[in-house]
T-cell receptor, first 113, second 113 residues
Framework: EAQVTQNPRYLITVTGKKLTVTCSQN?????MSWYRQDPGLGLRQIYYSMNVEVTDKGDVPEGYKVSRKEKRNFPLILESPSPNQTSLYFCASEPSGNTGELFFGEGSRLTVL | DQQVKQNSPSLSVQEGRISILNCDYTNSMFDYFLWYKKYPAEGPTFLIS?????DKNEDGRFTVFLNKSAKHLSLHIVPSQPGDSAVYFC????????????FGQGTRLTINP
């Protein structure tokens, strides 16, 4: 089954404790991205990757890091989480062809105390 | 600076009637527009798209209308069904691709039996 898998789905952590949210897709998509969803703000892009070893900042990259060492994986790293990073995070991928039609994971709800 | 705006946080419609969801944008460079649907505890899923060279695109019960002069698009669902109850996001990009997809805040649609 074609899918984008995120882990963990739910996490409560404390300020400053480094964490990684993993994302993996099995569709051989070149493009992957991370979004956060916050009430009243919709979905905002954090980082995206056009291909292996190619990443770029989205609209809200502060406090986040990403890496793309393999085509299928695109982890989101919070080196020192803060309460304003409490949010619902979505990983997405897109088939080549620039359709804009993203395949999203099920989301990871992160709470930073 | 919200470049894509969905000014109605929620909408309630009777089953069988038409649902109309609206979206406004400010960036005149946007030339490709999409609608996504999101159920609770799931990631958004692509619904329908439209290029700026068109003013209408249909897919079954779903039709998207684009008014470039007004920088406005709308999604019509006819007839509305209970399974259509979800949050709907509109999105726009300055070229046909997901690299810089900008999302609106979302509208929660409830279809009443």
């Amino acid at each position: 089954e074609a899918q984008v898998t995120q882990n963990p789905r739910y996490l409560i952590t404390v300020t400053g404790k480094k964490l990684t949210v993993t994302c993996s897709q099995n569709m051989n998509h070149e493009y992957m991205s991370w979004y956060r969803q916050d009430p009243g703000l919709g979905l905002r892009q954090i980082y995206y990757s056009m291909n292996v070893e190619v990443t770029d900042k989205g609209d809200v990259p502060e406090g986040y890091k990403v890496s793309r060492k393999e085509k299928r994986n695109f982890p989101l790293i919070l080196e020192s989480p803060s309460p304003n990073q409490t949010s619902l995070y979505f990983c997405a991928s897109e088939p080549s062809g620039n359709t804009g039609e993203l395949f999203f994971g099920e989301g990871s709800r992160l709470t930073v105390l | 600076d919200q470049q894509v705006k969905q000014n109605s946080p929620s909408l309630s419609v009777q089953e069988g009637r038409i649902s109309i969801l609206n979206c406004d944008y400010t960036n005149s460079m946007f030339d490709y527009f999409l609608w996504y649907k999101k159920y609770p505890a799931e990631g958004p899923t692509f619904l329908i798209s439209i290029s700026s060279i068109k003013d209408k695109n249909e897919d079954g019960r779903f039709t998207v209308f684009l008014n470039k002069s007004a920088k406005h698009l709308s999604l019509h669902i006819v007839p509305s069904q209970p399974g259509d109850s979800a949050v709907y996001f509109c999105a726009a990009s300055a070229f046909q691709g997901a690299q810089k997809l900008v999302f609106g805040q979302g509208t929660r649609l409830t279809i009443n039996p």
